[in-house]
């Protein structure tokens, strides 16, 4: 009974087809993924990820500030914090506060600084990272030369950047003359912040799976950023969930205990990434064949 129900499941997947001409099965898919997801030491390629990118954290942080200035927009930079802030867990947000309060209050010494250039060289550290733990995909056959890959991961960390207080000021934009507009403005504030937090989440996924392999590997606007969006969003969701209901971190390391759970945080969502990009890996790898 039970191999007669395989069997009839394995016949309706393979039923199901897309891309050019239906020459891909969701079966074929399903298959591949799950082979690129086992195969893939995720968690491995995770934490190598997760390692990085916190240390890339607060030089991207700095970088963003120091920018910030340029930007002729009022409130951008308590936005950009209280955003940032609301994207942290509620156990981490208090040691995160200090440290963007304490960036924001010592002066920077502008675009030219030795800070601000190793804050561009740590913060590509963390892009390159996650470009190499894509290439460590059982998917992937070719990869670029460190060199080339390490520019691209420059060029993408400072996209990023730049994306990040554009989003921002039209945030803030799109606020304003929603609550000159209608009485009820106000009351749309966390929706617009869903929306908004959404639309990077996707945006920041694209931009990873377009640049982080060969030019033709993946298309900009794919199945695998918004399967990590969505992904991204309940990890965020239910992790805040547990943290504030069963986590005790603080009552077993004290201060330190923020650093962990921000740690943790971060190595999810690194798992999250790849997922996202090995359903971009396994359907281009289908078309390929």
């Keep these: 009974m039970l191999r007669k129900s395989k069997h009839k499941l394995k016949v309706w997947l393979q039923n199901i087809r897309f891309g050019d001409a239906k020459s891909i099965s969701l079966y074929q898919l399903l298959e591949l993924y799950v082979i690129g997801v086992i195969k893939g030491t995720l968690t491995t390629r995770a934490s190598s990820i997760a390692f990085s990118f916190f240390l890339s954290l607060f030089?991207?942080?700095?970088?963003?500030?120091?920018?910030?200035?340029?930007?002729?927009?009022?409130?951008?930079?308590?936005?950009?914090?209280?955003?940032?802030?609301?994207?942290?867990?509620?156990?981490?947000?208090?040691?995160?506060?200090?440290?963007?309060?304490?960036?924001q209050s010592k002066p920077r010494a502008g675009l030219l600084s030795t800070t601000f250039v190793l804050s561009m060289f740590f913060m590509a550290n963390g892009v390159n990272a996650i470009f190499g733990g894509f290439s460590e995909s059982v998917h992937i056959t070719l990869s670029r030369h460190f060199v080339r890959q390490y520019i691209y991961a420059l060029g993408v960390g400072v996209l990023l950047g730049i994306l990040l207080l554009i989003s921002i000021a039209g945030y803030l934009f799109f606020e304003l003359l929603l609550a000159e507009t209608f009485d009820f403005g106000f009351e749309l504030r966390p929706?617009?912040?869903?929306?908004?937090?959404?639309?990077?989440?996707?945006?920041?996924?694209?931009?990873?799976?377009?640049?982080?392999?060969?030019?033709?590997?993946?298309?900009?606007?794919?199945?695998?950023?918004?399967?990590?969006?969505?992904l991204f969003a309940l990890t965020s969701y239910g992790f805040g969930v547990y943290i504030d209901n069963f986590g005790s971190y603080n009552q077993f390391y004290g201060s330190i205990g923020a650093i962990l759970i921000l740690m943790l945080y971060i190595w999810l969502n690194a798992i999250v990434l790849l997922l996202g990009f090995e359903l971009n890996a396994s359907i281009a790898k289908l078309k390929q064949a």
């Excluded at 639309?199 to 399967?227: H, K, N, P, W």
């Design 59 to 103: 030089p991207f942080l700095i970088f963003v500030l120091n920018i910030i200035p340029f930007v002729p927009i009022d409130n951008v930079e308590s936005t950009f914090s209280s955003f940032f802030l609301s994207i942290a867990p509620s156990e981490a947000q208090d040691f995160l506060n200090s440290v963007l309060y304490d960036i």
């Design 191 to 230: 929706w617009i912040r869903i929306a908004f937090f959404m639309g990077m989440a996707y945006l920041v996924s694209a931009i990873l799976f377009y640049f982080g392999t060969q030019r033709g590997f993946s298309t900009f606007f794919s199945l695998g950023a918004l399967v990590t969006t969505c």
